[in-house]
């Protein structure tokens, strides 16, 4: 059974589980608030403003990974 078997994870939730990133790494490293990380990682219809859309982002590429806001938000 993977972990998809037992968690509602978004699209970026589920990245996130994939490439090992926590939410605890999450809130450390980008500096969101905790409960807008949970609702990123478990909300399926929570879509973050654009200024934590861009925040998120362009601190992911800046840590390597080749990602778009279009991968996980409408």
Do not use: C
Request: hydrophobic residues 40%; proline residues 3%; aromatic residues 14%.
């Amino acid at each position: 059974m993977g972990v998809y078997d037992y968690k509602t994870r978004t699209k970026f939730g589920r990245w996130a589980d994939l490439n090992k990133i926590s939410q605890e790494w999450i809130i450390e490293n980008i500096g969101l608030n905790r409960k807008t990380v949970y609702r990123l990682f478990n909300d399926m219809d929570y879509e973050p403003i654009e200024v934590t859309q861009l925040k998120i982002i362009g601190r992911l590429r800046m840590l390597g990974y080749n990602v778009s806001i279009e991968d996980f938000w409408p």
